[in-house]
């Protein structure tokens, strides 16, 4: 299988340490793609119609996008135990987190565009200080509703992948949320986080 990668991408690095907790990152060829709302690859669009990584070329099958399908995919390729929990209160907690991390890059991503990447004369400082307060709240949420003493799930992936992103970009920092911090820094250290480092800069 081929996916198809960004290295400073949210998104593809969560399926990527979900490949490396799973045991199948061995069956996937990692491939980078630039691509940017602005910068249209040809090659990705021609898999996924919105452009985007990560990716998932099946031999034999249909291409898989986004994040959350790569990753529901590639936890039927083992036999150990689902990260993403088949039944029961564990299934939607572990859902629940994986939505807002999701959430949570995609508003770090829009700060982005009204703060950096978008032409100074056309930000909007109204929206950029609504999406800073959606980040702060989802810092805080996460703080107490993080299900810690869980089993690893692919919230955890998703959490740990979007909060190592959001530092990375130096937006808002979830510092001051002690329990968030400790159990953010305790996951950094894992392997799979250490073979998928985060890297480069955006090309719009």
Known sequence: MILYYQTHSPFARKALVFAHEAGVADQLQVIHHETSPTSHNASVHAENPLGQVPVLLRP???AIFDSDVICAY?????????????????????????SAAQGLAQTGIALRWETERRPEQLRYD????????????????????LDDEAPLHVGHIALATTLSWMAFRHLPSFG????????????????????????GDTHD
Not at 93 to 98: D, G, K, N, P, V
Not at 127 to 134: D, I, S
Not at 176 to 193: G, H, I, N, P
């Open 60 to 62: 034999g099958a249909p």
């Open 74 to 98: 590639l936890d039927t390729l083992h036999d150990d135990r689902k990260l993403l929990p088949q039944v029961g209160e564990a299934r939607w907690q572990a859902l629940r987190l994986q």
């Open 126 to 145: 109204a929206l950029a200080e609504g999406y800073r307060q959606k980040i702060e709240a989802t810092y805080d949420w996460a703080e107490g509703a």
């Open 176 to 199: 001051s949320r002690a329990r968030l911090t400790r159990w953010f820094e305790a996951f950094e250290k894992r392997a799979s986080m250490r073979a998928t480092p985060l890297s």
